[in-house]
Every structure is written in structure tokens, then in C-alpha cells.
């Protein structure tokens, strides 16, 4: 969505550029989302993403499929590097995003397309409002992201999947106090049920239901081009932007999840929209010789 929002924006702006797309869009693994302003019933991640690429499409954008293997910063021109083709570009927009860490069961990929595995509460927390949840999660994540849920539903289960140690009596003791029930789980012992739409945790000699579980493992933000270029990044591998969305790399902007943590679709279009604006002002400052 941030890269297709840019688009959207700067060929309004009547700009020159083109849109790589690799087909990687977490977006497109949303089922229905519930939360994205404008569409009371909801709307696919697949439908989202259609209608902005047509909107986009609309205005002249120009898409091409494929993938940046390099991003290089030189003589203030940015040079792409595609399989068999190079690109140069006087600004970049990185809407590269992040790489959701899934639990190593099978099944896991397409229990997120049919909800029964989820990755967001922020987007969908409130449609599991009192149901059984479970969070798989690992340590400290793990006990953040059950107790958020605890605005939703008092039947909460942390199969906490990494060592008991990772979790510690403190973040143990206050999961106690907001009846969150802990388990040290084992991943083999999860699996989904497509057919009865439930996932099942069989250990200790008893057999545990859920309607939904949450993925708590974290993300991987695809920062591997920003680093190319040289650009800074936090500690997570987030890039760092000013106001306008612009790295530490003048000419280099970057919007959605590979920036901030929240991982929403509609901070990741705001994002996209300030960055694209300003990418604009930034080329008629320096080359269309137009006063600011």
C-alpha cells in the first residue's frame, strides 16, 4: 500500500518513475480487514491492493514486475540494479516492508489467509472479542502482545514457545495477575484444523481449542537495500526517517513497515503520501529550477 499510495501521489505530481513490484505485499495476506477507514464491511488485502494499483494504473503509473538486487548511492544518482537491466534515479522511495517470523508448523502460511492464524491484533484483535485465543510467542514479545489482548478476551493461552528462561518471573508473575494461563509448549504438538476452523494444542496429556492464535515471533524489516545505499538504521533494522520520511541518504525516502513498528496499512499510505510530496518538492527545488 505505501508504494502504490506514492505512486498515486506523484503521478498527480506529473513525475516520471516507475513502480518495481516483486509481489511481496504483506497486504495481500489479509482475508478481510475490518479496520482500514472507508470500507464498513471490510475489505481483502487482494482487493485493496487491486483497486489501488488501478487507481494508480489510472494516472499513468508505470509497473514493472521484478526485483532491486542493489540500491547504490553515487555522484547524487541512485543506481538499481535488476536481473539484466539497470535503472538510475535522481530519488527512491523504499516501501520494502517486513518479513512476518511464522511458527514452524505446517499449514502455518495459509492459516494466516484464513484467519485462524493471526499476525495483528492491532487490525483484528476485536474480532476474537471473547473467544479462546492463543499467542505463540518468545519471551518478553510473547507476554506484550497477550496482555494487549486482554482488552478483548478474558481466555487467553501464551504458548510460550522458546525457553522457559526466555520468560521471566516478573513477565510470568504479571500474566498470573491478569489470568493469562502460561504454557511452555512444544510447536509440534499445534496444528490447525481447516475443516472445524480451530487450532489445537495437544500436550501434557490434555488437549487444548483455541479459535484463533496470534503469531508473537516478530518481524524482519527488508532493509538490505537502504543498507546498500547507506543508509542508518535502528537497532531492528528499521530505517531511520526526519518528518518528511527522508533517510539519512538525501534523496533516499522510505514509508510503511520497514520504518515504524506499528505495521499498519494506514500509517504506512500517510507515510508514502508525505514522502511522495515531499520527493516532489525536493526535485523542483534542485532540478526544475522552480523557487520553493
Not at 489445537?200 to 484463533?212: P, S, W
Request: with cysteine.
Amino acid at each position: 500500500p505505501a508504494g502504490l499510495t506514492a505512486a498515486i501521489y506523484l503521478a498527480r505530481f506529473r513525475r516520471s518513475f516507475v513502480v518495481i513490484e516483486d509481489g511481496r505485499s504483506r497486504a495481500a495476506w489479509i482475508p478481510r480487514s475490518h479496520n482500514h477507514p472507508g470500507f464498513p464491511g471490510g475489505v481483502s488485502g487482494e482487493d485493496l491492493l487491486a483497486r489501488m494499483r488501478a487507481q494508480a494504473l489510472h494516472y499513468g503509473t508505470v509497473i514493472q514486475e521484478g526485483s532491486v538486487e542493489s540500491l547504490l548511492h553515487e555522484d547524487a544518482v541512485f543506481i538499481l540494479e535488476l536481473r539484466g537491466r539497470q535503472l538510475r534515479s535522481r530519488t527512491v522511495l523504499l516501501a520494502t516492508g517486513v518479513e512476518d517470523v511464522l511458527p514452524d508448523i505446517a499449514g502455518a502460511r495459509d492459516a494466516v489467509g484464513q484467519s485462524l492464524l493471526r499476525i495483528c491484533p492491532i487490525c483484528d484483535a476485536f474480532e476474537v472479542i471473547d473467544s479462546p485465543v492463543a499467542v505463540i510467542g518468545d519471551g518478553e514479545l510473547g507476554a506484550r502482545e497477550a496482555l494487549f489482548l486482554t482488552t478483548y478476551t478474558s481466555d487467553i493461552t501464551l504458548l510460550h514457545c522458546g525457553l522457559p528462561s526466555a520468560l521471566d518471573a516478573e513477565n510470568r508473575g504479571v500474566l498470573a495477575d491478569r489470568k493469562v494461563k502460561v504454557i511452555d509448549a512444544v510447536m509440534s504438538n499445534l496444528s490447525f484444523d481447516f475443516h472445524a476452523r480451530t487450532v489445537t494444542y495437544a500436550g501434557d496429556g490434555q488437549t487444548r481449542r483455541f479459535e484463533g492464535a496470534y503469531s508473537a515471533l516478530g518481524v524482519k524489516p527488508r532493509w538490505a537495500l537502504a543498507r546498500g545505499a547507506g543508509a542508518a538504521h535502528a537497532d531492528d533494522g528499521r530505517l531511520v526517517v526526519d518528518a518528511h520520511q527522508q533517510t539519512s541518504v538525501s534523496g533516499l525516502y522510505a514509508a510503511g513497515d520497514v520504518v515504524r513498528g506499528l505495521n499498519q496499512i494506514s500509517t504506512a499510505e500517510g507515510e508514502a503520501a508525505t514522502a511522495a510530496t515531499a520527493m516532489h518538492n525536493l526535485l523542483r527545488e534542485r532540478f526544475d529550477r522552480v523557487s520553493p
